[in-house]
């Protein structure tokens, strides 16, 4: 199994009566709210935090996108690796990923992430993912043409990196007269593609025919197998055998000396998380036209009872949470592994208001306690 250091870049700083007087940490809540006196401190800490990961010997550190919220301040993957691009030497970057059906110009996030593929030495992994809803609100895309846009704007990406410049396309979405990258990426053919996602069965199906990884975003954990078991199904009828390694897992982890201290010192930064900076009301998060008739009424149903609704205790007993002394944790993740199948971890280690010195012993714990005992997994 190979683990991964996943971080959000969360705003910590929320004020207390914020559940009072705001009814989302999406889209509409005050930019005043945020501090850039803090927030140069908190990137900073942040970046340090990642770039520990790399000398504690994870295998890959991962950054993603999102706008205008207090949820996860990236709006920019590429800025944030290219940040860690020249302070890293061996983990792998994992973007994931570039919000592909938001830019009107996929093209350039193929002549970034190859730029960054170069520069690291071919250490990029690519992810493609159509954002979550609240970001159509923040772009001002139209969500009914978020799958059409991502499709094309993917065949585009793959079509630059592949196929010798220079060349044409033409597609509904896409128009582009020269098409001819420089620089092209390291790895060949291309950057390794990863495809995050919240379950989407459409999203799924293609993964697995594309034979792309799959990685599912914390959820519970009926939920992730049956994610993970669909996209076996999608497999078999492609004609191959799904293998672990194209199956992840992201969830919040966090490790301490022993199981009660692993409670105590987590449960405020990750109801933080899950009950503060993730509050959106449903129209925000999941747009008209989003997703199509079935999947927004079962996403609607999960959203609904997904983790706002959830106290701490049930946040670990349906697998938000994974968290203990080291060995409880391993044992936890060898046993969700033994049931799920999954040969991709990527973990949440910083996560709300966790402070930066918890921060750094959750990732010295989990590397050098917890890490070995799966990589032989």
């Keep these: 199994m190979e683990s991964y250091f996943f ?10 009566d914020f559940d009072e007087k705001y009814d989302s940490a999406w889209v509409t809540l005050p930019n005043r709210l945020y501090d850039p006196v803090r927030g140069h401190e908190i990137y900073n800490q942040y970046l340090d935090e990642l770039e520990y990961a790399d000398a504690l010997g994870f295998d890959g550190i991962c950054v ?16 944030v690796a290219a940040t860690l691009a020249r302070r890293t030497s061996r983990a792998k970057l994992a973007i994931l990923g570039n919000a592909l059906p938001l830019r009107d110009h996929p093209l350039r996030v193929a002549e970034e992430v190859a730029m960054l593929d170069v520069i690291t030495g071919g250490r990029v992994i690519h992810g493609i993912v159509r954002g979550l809803g609240a970001e159509y609100h923040s772009n001002n895309v139209n969500p009914v043409y978020s799958r059409e846009r991502f499709l094309e704007a993917h065949e585009l990406i793959v079509r630059a990196w592949t196929e010798p410049g220079p060349f044409r396309f033409e597609g509904k979405h896409y128009q582009l007269r020269y098409v001819n990258p420089w620089p092209r990426p390291l790895q060949q053919p291309h950057p390794p593609i990863w495809v995050p996602g919240t379950g989407s069965p459409e999203t799924i199906v293609w993964a697995a025919q594309k034979r792309y990884p799959y990685l599912q975003v914390y959820s519970p954990v009926k939920t992730i197998r049956k994610a993970f078991d669909d996209y076996r199904k999608a497999a078999e009828a492609a004609g191959y055998t799904a293998s672990p390694k194209q199956l992840g897992w992201m969830t919040l982890i966090y490790v301490a000396e022993t199981d009660g201290a692993a409670w105590q010192e987590a449960k405020e930064a990750a109801l933080y998380l899950f009950h503060k900076v993730s509050k959106r009301p449903l129209e925000i998060y999941l747009p ?40 409880t944790v391993a044992e936890q993740l060898r046993a969700y592994q033994r049931e799920m199948g999954f040969g991709i971890l990527c973990a949440l280690l910083h996560f709300g208001t966790l402070s930066h010195e918890l921060t750094l012993r959750n990732l010295e714990l989990f590397a050098k306690e917890v890490m070995p005992n799966l990589r032989a997994i």
Excluded at 64 to 79: D, F, K, R
Excluded at 309 to 327: C, M, T, Y
């Design 7 to 16: 971080h959000l870049m969360p705003w910590p700083h929320l004020p207390e």
């Design 64 to 79: 993603n996108e999102h706008h205008q919220n207090a949820y996860g301040t990236m709006p920019s993957p590429n800025l």
């Design 288 to 327: 008209p036209g989003y997703l199509g008739l079935n999947p927004l009424v079962e996403q609607a149903r999960v959203d609904k009872v997904k983790s706002r609704e959830r106290s701490f205790e049930e946040l670990v007993q349906d697998g938000f949470v994974i968290l203990g002394s080291p060995a």
